[in-house]
């Protein structure tokens, strides 16, 4: 994650500088602090995205909810960044087929999380059968994993 920071400093230092270099795919990182806010002990969302060696999308901010575990913290914001990641890649698509006047250019976004079990659970719902209280609104991952619109990837913390 420490690498993607430096991304973000680089693109608000000089604006949206795009590498010709880089690859033309949109790719995801996410993490969550799990009751950060100590008063309210409610979580923390906070993702990254990258679109030709840039940062074109970021966010950090406080769940709207008290997650009852690391992996539902994290899972929450997946949610979120899964989310972003459809509305980045409708964008990017849309403008590419203006530019280019072709539409073959539709393929999943990849999130990268540090958690393996969140990443477990939005690929395997049926085997956690313990999971009832958290919220329906979450499980729109799931739904973005079947469909193929968003591929999850393990990223190690450091």
Not at 105 to 110: K, R
Request: aromatic share 8%.
């Amino acid at each position: 994650m420490k690498r993607v920071f430096r991304y973000v400093k680089r693109s608000v230092d000089n604006g949206l500088v795009c590498n010709n270099s880089a690859s033309g795919i949109v790719e995801g990182f996410r993490d969550a602090y799990w009751a950060g806010d100590y008063e309210t002990r409610r979580s923390t969302t906070g993702f990254m995205f990258i679109f030709g060696g840039t940062a074109v999308s970021w966010a950090s901010k406080l769940q709207k909810t008290v997650a009852l575990s690391t992996m539902e913290a994290e899972y929450m914001a997946l949610r979120g960044a899964s989310k972003e990641a459809v509305r980045l890649e409708k964008l990017i698509q849309r403008v590419t087929m203006l530019v280019t006047q072709s539409d073959d250019l539709d393929g999943p976004v990849n999130i990268k999380a540090d958690n393996s079990g969140c990443i477990n659970f939005a690929k395997n719902p049926v085997e956690h059968k313990r999971t009832k209280h958290m919220d329906i609104r979450y499980h729109f991952v799931r739904d973005e994993i079947t469909t193929d619109k968003v591929i999850l990837e393990h990223c190690p913390t450091d």
